[in-house]
């Protein structure tokens, strides 16, 4: 079983540009979750798909962030304009059932200079 | 403010010790606690859960306790090995929001031959 896959592994932007990162779940699994983990803080919950539709969006930032899950597959976190806080990893993660341990793919690291 | 703390940073211990670390919580409302274990340049992995409802939960060489009076949460791991060496992070949830964990900053375990 494939797991969970996440693209690009590393971003270096400016600040004010644009990113795009994508996240594919593992088949078959209905949740997705976005997190992220500033340097030197803790992991911390952006958001929850279930299928195409948000969850819960409580930990989303700011309006720069936008997420989608189109067709309920896989999703892309934009960040528009980024800023040098933005920096950090990005970790997906998905579940077949919202009670089920979470698996995490392996992150994207965006610099924000 | 942190709801779960993890306070010692970094952890070492001889192959074939027991590893002990802990994590302290401070929301009542958490019924749900999970430890993961992540290598560098890689997503958590999930290791082993416990419910609020129990206080024991054992898997092969880890053992996860469950102090509800104390909020208190241990990860034991007996006997180490050199492979057991990563960072452990704890996390935890409530019922209303399963796919929102709320995680440590980690402890760093070192296993030396």
Redesign the interface.
């Known amino acids: 079983e494939a797991g969970v896959t996440q693209f690009p592994s590393h971003s270096v932007i400016e600040k004010g540009q644009t990113v795009t990162l994508r996240c594919d779940p593992i088949s078959g699994h209905d949740n997705l979750y976005w997190y992220r983990r500033v340097m030197g803080k803790e992991i911390k919950f952006l958001l929850h798909f279930v299928k195409e539709s948000k969850q819960d969006e409580s930990g989303m930032p700011n309006n720069r962030f936008l997420a989608e899950r189109t067709g309920g597959t896989y999703s892309t976190l934009k960040v528009q304009p980024a800023e040098l806080e933005d920096s950090g990893v990005y970790f997906c993660a998905s579940s077949a059932l919202v009670a089920s341990p979470l698996h995490f793919g392996n992150g994207t690291r965006l610099t924000v200079t | 403010d942190?709801q779960?703390k993890q306070n010692s940073p970094s952890l070492s211990v001889q192959e074939g010790r027991i590893s002990i670390l802990n994590c302290d919580y401070t929301n009542s409302m958490f019924d749900?606690f999970?430890w993961?274990k992540k290598y560098p340049?890689?997503?958590?992995?999930?290791l082993i859960?416990i419910s609020s409802i129990k206080d024991k939960n054992e898997d092969g060489r880890f053992t996860v306790f469950l102090n509800k009076s104390a909020k208190h949460l241990s990860l034991h791991i007996v006997p180490s090995q050199p492979g057991d060496s990563a960072v452990y992070?704890c996390a935890a949830s409530d019922r209303g929001?399963?796919?929102?964990?709320?995680?440590?900053?980690?402890t760093k375990l070192s296993v030396k031959p």
């Not at chain 2, 340049?41 to 999930?46: K, L």
């Open positions: 942190q779960v749900y999970l993961y340049a890689e997503g958590p992995t999930f859960s992070f929001s399963q796919g929102n964990l709320i995680f440590g900053k980690g």
